[in-house]
């Protein structure tokens, strides 16, 4: 498993106690005091079932879900590119990520779209209800660690600095720290496959993860990550998020993401 979430690091330079220049414009947020819900959504522009999904997370981000109790993600997975159309989001970390997920919990399948909360899936997103109650059971709880990112935003790299300490009874090995840079407000007009004709738009669409980073022995972490900015890339349509995850049954817990600031 632990070979797996490897598999999704990207390329990125990590700096252990490097100080970051004082010149740089920085912004920060800090994690509340109970668990925020991390929403993950798999999903392809190859796939004809995944634009009313897209649709679903882009809208609910926008209007009613509150950022300090929901982080919504969505990993463009590249096993659809065989059929016809190549997303140009999608990335084959992703899909492993996501077959990583589905074997810790006791399947062989991966589709999309896909929906996880907190590292679980649930089949029933698009019920309102279900949806509700899932989120309304995390964000009940206390949060087992406190999170912390401070977002240095320079021309063609972010900076990002990430600190906490967990006080939750877990063996710090087995947790897992990602750092995920994201982008909204992206489209594209696609040409082949099972959405040709169709112009599709997307949020919070992940561009780069990192991950996953280390704790120390007394569940202390701080790491600098700096991520080099992709071709497309808007700043004031981008942001970053962090979770912490466990390794061995991939449930998240807590996240914390953090919009682009004003230049």
């Given at each position: 498993?632990?070979?797996?979430?490897?598999?999704?690091v990207l390329t990125a330079a990590l700096i252990w106690g490097h100080p970051l220049s004082a010149e740089i414009t920085?912004?920060?947020?800090?994690?509340?005091?109970?668990?925020?819900?991390?929403?993950?959504?798999?999903?392809?522009?190859?796939?004809?079932?995944?634009?009313?999904?897209?649709?679903?997370?882009?809208?609910?981000?926008?209007?009613?879900?509150?950022?300090?109790?929901?982080?919504?993600?969505?990993?463009?997975?590249?096993?659809?590119?065989?059929?016809?159309?190549?997303?140009?989001?999608?990335?084959?970390?992703?899909?492993?990520?996501?077959?990583?997920?589905?074997?810790?919990?006791?399947?062989?399948?991966?589709?999309?779209?896909?929906?996880?909360?907190?590292?679980?899936?649930?089949?029933?997103?698009?019920?309102?209800?279900?949806?509700?109650?899932?989120?309304?059971?995390?964000?009940?709880?206390?949060?087992?660690?406190?999170?912390?990112?401070?977002?240095?935003?320079?021309?063609?790299?972010?900076?990002?600095?990430?600190?906490?300490?967990?006080?939750?009874?877990?063996?710090?090995?087995?947790?897992?720290?990602?750092?995920?840079?994201?982008?909204?407000?992206?489209?594209?007009?696609?040409?082949?496959?099972?959405?040709?004709?169709?112009?599709?738009?997307?949020?919070?669409?992940?561009?780069?993860?990192?991950?996953?980073?280390?704790?120390?022995?007394?569940?202390?972490?701080?790491?600098?990550?700096?991520?080099?900015?992709?071709?497309?890339?808007?700043?004031?349509?981008?942001?970053?998020?962090?979770?912490?995850?466990?390794?061995?049954?991939?449930?998240?817990?807590?996240?914390?993401?953090?919009?682009?600031?004003?230049?």
């Amino acid at each position: 498993m632990k070979t797996l979430l490897l598999a999704m690091v990207l390329t990125a330079a990590l700096i252990w106690g490097h100080p970051l220049s004082a010149e740089i414009t920085d912004c920060t947020t800090t994690s509340p005091y109970t668990r925020t819900a991390l929403v993950e959504l798999y999903t392809s522009e190859g796939c004809n079932s995944c634009p009313p999904a897209d649709r679903w997370l882009s809208r609910q981000s926008a209007q009613d879900w509150n950022p300090r109790q929901i982080v919504a993600l969505a990993f463009h997975v590249d096993y659809w590119d065989r059929l016809g159309w190549k997303d140009r989001f999608a990335q084959p970390a992703f899909s492993t990520r996501q077959r990583a997920l589905a074997a810790q919990q006791g399947s062989r399948t991966v589709y999309t779209p896909q929906v996880l909360v907190s590292g679980r899936s649930l089949s029933q997103w698009r019920w309102p209800e279900a949806f509700q109650q899932r989120i309304a059971d995390i964000t009940a709880q206390p949060a087992p660690v406190d999170l912390q990112i401070e977002l240095f935003q320079k021309p063609e790299q972010w900076q990002i600095q990430t600190t906490g300490q967990l006080h939750a009874t877990v063996t710090q090995s087995t947790i897992g720290i990602f750092v995920a840079v994201y982008q909204d407000k992206l489209g594209s007009q696609v040409i082949a496959g099972e959405n040709a004709g169709e112009h599709l738009r997307h949020d919070r669409v992940v561009r780069a993860l990192l991950g996953p980073l280390g704790l120390d022995p007394n569940g202390h972490f701080s790491h600098t990550v700096s991520i080099s900015l992709p071709d497309g890339f808007v700043p004031q349509n981008a942001g970053v998020a962090v979770f912490l995850q466990q390794i061995q049954d991939g449930e998240v817990l807590q996240a914390l993401a953090l919009p682009a600031c004003p230049s």
